[in-house]
Structure formats: C-alpha cells, structure tokens
C-alpha cells in the first residue's frame, strides 16, 4: 500500500502539468456574435479545470487497479491504426502535403494568405480575438473566412462539458479549417522522441480539409497514447480522441462578424455619447475670445469719427 501511494502521486501530478498545458493553450473564448466577461471566463475555466482533473483522479483509481490503465475508449478504438512510428509519420506526411493540380494551387494560396495574415497581427495566437481578427484579413482578401464555436455536453470520453474556436475557410464546395498553431493543441508532458518526431511534422499554419484532420485526430490520438504509456503516464481526457474529435467535429456556430458583440456596444456607446447631449442637461452658450474685433464692432462709428477727426486735424 506504501508502495502505491508515491505512484499515485506521481499520476496525479502529471495530470496537473498536463491541465496547466492545455488551459495555456485553449484559454476562455467567447461565443460566436457575442462576449463573455472576463469574471465568467475565467470561472468556466476553473471549473473545466477542475473537472477534468477530478475526472482524471478518479478514473486513474479504478481504471489503474482493473486493468493496468485501459480505458473503454482504449478498447474501442482501432489501435492498430498505425503498427509503429514510422508508419504514422507516413501516413502524417501524406495528408500534410498539397494536392496535385488545380486544387493544390488553391490550397497553397490559402496557406499563403493566412501565413501572410498571422505575420501581420500580433497577440495570443491562441485567444478568441487574436482568431476574429485574422478571420476578418483572410476575409478582406476575399475568402469566406468565418469564425466557428464548437459546443459539446459532457459524455463519455469527454468529463467535462466545454467549447472552442477556430477559423474555417469554404472553398469550391469544400470546408477547410485553419489553425495557426496546430502542434501546441496536441502537446504533451514527457513525449517521447518518436512523438516528438510526428509534431516536428506539422508547420506553423495548417490548413486542411475536415476529413484531412479528422485523420489527423485519429493518428495523434493514438500516439499520444503509444508515448504516454512508454513513459508510464495515464492518458488524461483532455488528450483523448473523444475529446479531441469535440474540439473540431461538434456542431458549431459560425460567424463572419470582424467585430465581436461587446466591442461593437462598447464602440456604439462611445459614438453615441460623443454626439448626443444627456437629458435635463443644455450646452453652455460659446464665448468668444475675440475681444478686440467684438469691441471694434460694438463701436465701430465712434472709432471712426475720431480716426477722421485726426486726419483732418481738429
């Protein structure tokens, strides 16, 4: 039992290095067309936070003792998917890679502009405005660009109820999503050097079909799994492919708005306040500060006469 207790503790305080990565890069985003406060954000957050390491302790009791870490998930899903590294490496180069033809054109276009884009903004690149502004460039170089909100219930595989953001481009009747930094939504503690091999694969911006990532889920999904059970560390749920799959592949709430709803107010107030005057309350009338031109008005005949009285002499 003695023996135990240190494991354990070792699971658990993986699991807190593996929360604090993951909230650093999905943080609090506001819903599509409206905005949240930072109060909110910040307590849905902790609570999201605190669930999925709850869930995570929990799990580990059982599921650790009953069959050596094996979850339901483990068992339904094909892992077998990739036999090895090598093979996942593979299989990850050909959906990275741009297709042949006119497609292809388009494609490297696309990663192009939301390169060029990125460059040209700064920020969070994972934070909800950083996203709504680079959606509103890619849409300013004519691409329908819009900023979807993916929404998921807790369930099986995912402990937690949550939700996150990310840009989609619709392009000849084809969906691809964009993500400026892909690799750090599929980090973990401790990789191996064969995990590490597959994130050096993906580039700075990533830019693929629906389908194309789906695929990608599901290779990374597994070898996170592979890696983190060489190093023996318990696959929390944030880095399960249920999970992942919620991210991406929910039902979503699109919008092509550049200007979130909270700051579209703000703006509003600030025009309106500048330009109207409050109720009850009159403008003080203008004073003038041209005294001498006032003054030489007010007795223009006077100064007259006595400028022609002294030209004449008298």
Not at 149 to 177: A, H, L, Q, S
Not at 229 to 239: A, D, Q, S, Y
Not at 271 to 277: A, D, G, M, V
Request: with cysteine.
């Amino acid at each position: 039992m003695a023996n135990m207790v240190p494991a354990r503790f070792k699971r658990v305080a993986e699991a807190f290095d593996e929360a604090a990565l993951t909230i650093k890069s999905r943080p609090p985003c506001g819903s599509s067309g409206s905005e949240h406060s930072a109060a909110a954000a910040e307590s849905l957050t902790d609570v999201d936070f605190s669930g999925l390491v709850n869930s995570f302790m929990w799990e580990g009791r059982v599921e650790w003792a009953d069959d050596g870490g094996r979850d339901d998930e483990d068992r339904t899903e094909d892992e077998n998917y990739c036999d090895d590294v090598v093979e996942a490496k593979d299989a990850l180069e050909r959906l990275l890679r741009y297709e042949d033809g006119e497609n292809g054109v388009r494609q490297r276009r696309l990663f192009e502009d939301v390169e060029m884009a990125r460059r040209q903004e700064s920020g969070d690149l994972s934070s909800p405005e950083f996203k709504r502004r680079l959606m509103a460039r890619l849409r300013g170089q004519g691409w329908d660009a819009g900023l979807c909100k993916t929404r998921w219930e807790k369930k099986e595989g995912c402990p937690n109820k949550g939700d996150y953001e990310y840009i989609d481009v619709n392009m000849n009747g084809e969906r691809f999503i964009i993500e400026v930094d892909l690799r750090r939504e599929l980090e973990i503690v401790r990789p191996t050097s064969g995990y590490c091999s597959l994130l050096e694969l993906f580039p700075d911006v990533y830019a693929g079909k629906t389908e194309e990532l789906k695929k990608i889920v599901r290779i990374m999904s597994n070898e996170i799994k592979r890696s983190m059970r060489k190093m023996g560390i318990h696959v929390p749920p944030w880095r399960r492919h249920s999970y992942m799959q919620a991210k991406w592949f929910s039902s979503y709430k699109r919008t092509t708005n550049g200007i979130s709803a909270a700051n579209h107010k703000e703006a509003s107030f600030s025009t309106t306040s500048t330009s109207s005057r409050r109720v009850g309350f009159y403008p003080r009338p203008e004073i003038s500060f041209k005294c001498r031109e006032v003054f030489g008005m007010r007795n223009n005949g006077f100064r007259v006469g006595n400028l022609a009285a002294a030209l004449s002499g008298g």
